[in-house]
């Protein structure tokens, strides 16, 4: 669809939804600079790296649903920890602590969701080829006091908020990642905090897809639906 400039560490590819030709230039990238020493920004869904971030793209954007970014922080005595995610997943996203589907795979009609693995049982070979640009990526900030080797531990911890959330997760068609940063000096359990990260992390999950509030008439034009 676009040129894709590889420049960044991690990023989701989202140049089918909306215009390919919008790009972020130098100014912008100050003035973000800038805003981010104001203090913390909180506002979540189609914002920053949420904008063009969808689910539930097994038959890619006709029978998909957006989602965005999502961030949550909690606390335990000293401890804090804060939970920053872009979902843009390829199968479908839930809440944990209802089980229920909350976005994901559309029917043809964008009526009533579908069953994702019964729909890949039965997908041709060409369908297989139109998943391929998903990418969640999350991020864990804490005040605990962890070296590099205890803060990977703490990611793949938090990877645990992926599977409750996300169902198909881990496919050859995600690229999912989740960093970790200790920023002070709280002496704590790693786990602890690798656990209260995960928790952390599905809450954020839940919000990106809550935050998100692109109605059906706006997904259809941005989506480029007929």
């Given at each position: 669809?676009?040129?894709?400039p ?117 997908m ?30 703490v ?26 940063a ?45």
């Open positions: 669809d676009a040129v894709i590889l420049v960044v560490q991690s990023c989701i590819y989202d140049l089918e939804y909306g215009r390919s030709d919008v790009r972020p230039d130098a100014a912008m990238a100050y003035e973000a600079c800038q805003n981010a020493l104001k203090g913390f920004d909180d506002r979540m869904g189609n914002v920053g790296a949420g904008t063009g971030a969808t689910v539930g793209k097994l038959y890619d954007l006709p029978q998909a649903q957006k989602a965005g970014l999502g961030i949550h922080a909690m606390q335990a005595g000293d401890l804090k920890i804060a939970a920053v995610v872009v979902l843009n997943a390829c199968g479908d996203i839930f809440d944990p602590d209802s089980g229920q589907k909350i976005a994901g795979l559309l029917d043809k009609e964008r009526k009533e969701f579908l069953d994702y693995e019964d729909e890949m049982i039965k041709s070979e060409e369908a297989k080829a139109s998943a391929v640009t998903n990418t969640t990526i999350g991020c864990i900030i804490t005040n605990a006091k962890f070296d590099k080797a205890k803060m990977n531990k990611a793949s911890m938090t990877r645990s908020a992926y599977a409750r959330c996300i169902n198909p997760v881990g496919m050859m068609w995600d690229g999912d990642t989740i960093y970790a200790s920023t002070g000096s709280v002496e704590c359990d790693i786990n602890l905090v690798g656990s209260l990260a995960a928790k952390a992390m599905q809450k954020a999950i839940v919000k990106a897809v809550d935050s998100a509030e692109t109605d059906e008439e706006e997904y259809r034009k941005y989506a480029h639906i007929e």
